[in-house]
């Protein structure tokens, strides 16, 4: 037996991940998850949903940014957790009659995509305090106004720390010697 509350909330999970299904392939793509890792993908997502949400009309008012962000995340823990079993085969295995375990460990340019923001994590924390939220929701992928909003500021002042902010994030990221190249991070 179904209870009414159940199926109206597995709808509304499902309806947000058909509405949001191109920007959750995105990310498995950007992260070079196929097959059962997608799948894994998108349940985490579901689960994720489910639990900071828990009723039908929040889950639907769900904000393309906060589903974005909760994908990132959700990916970032899959990867992490096939490095951790590749790490736990290759100790099994120290002989070199290690296993091909290819299609279960993450790419290299995924775990430099994860290297690289934990570098720009520890870079924000020494820019100024009262700029670091702003930065931290920016690269999170919120606008200006939505910033403005949650914090309850003006846009103005937020465009004004934002750029003083990515100005100190840029000069931070440079004395660890990572600068922009067009639109991408080089080392």
Partial sequence: MTLPGRDALSAALERVLERFGARLRFVASRYHLRGDDLDELLQQV??????AQQQPDAIEATPASYV?????TAALDLIRRKQARHEVL???????????VATGTPSDRALGETELA????AAIDTIVES??????????????????????????????LLYRG??????ALAQRGITAAGDTWTN
């Fill in 46 to 51: 579901r689960l994720r949903l489910w639990q």
């Fill in 68 to 72: 974005y962000r909760t994908a990132v």
């Fill in 90 to 100: 290759a100790a099994d295995h120290e002989d070199g009659d290690m296993p091909d």
């Fill in 118 to 121: 934990r570098i720009v994590a």
């Fill in 131 to 160: 700029r670091r939220p702003v930065v931290r929701m920016y690269l999170a992928g919120y606008k200006p106004d939505e910033i403005a909003g949650a914090l309850g500021w003006t846009t103005m002042k937020v465009r004004n």
């Fill in 166 to 171: 990515l100005t100190d994030l840029r000069e």
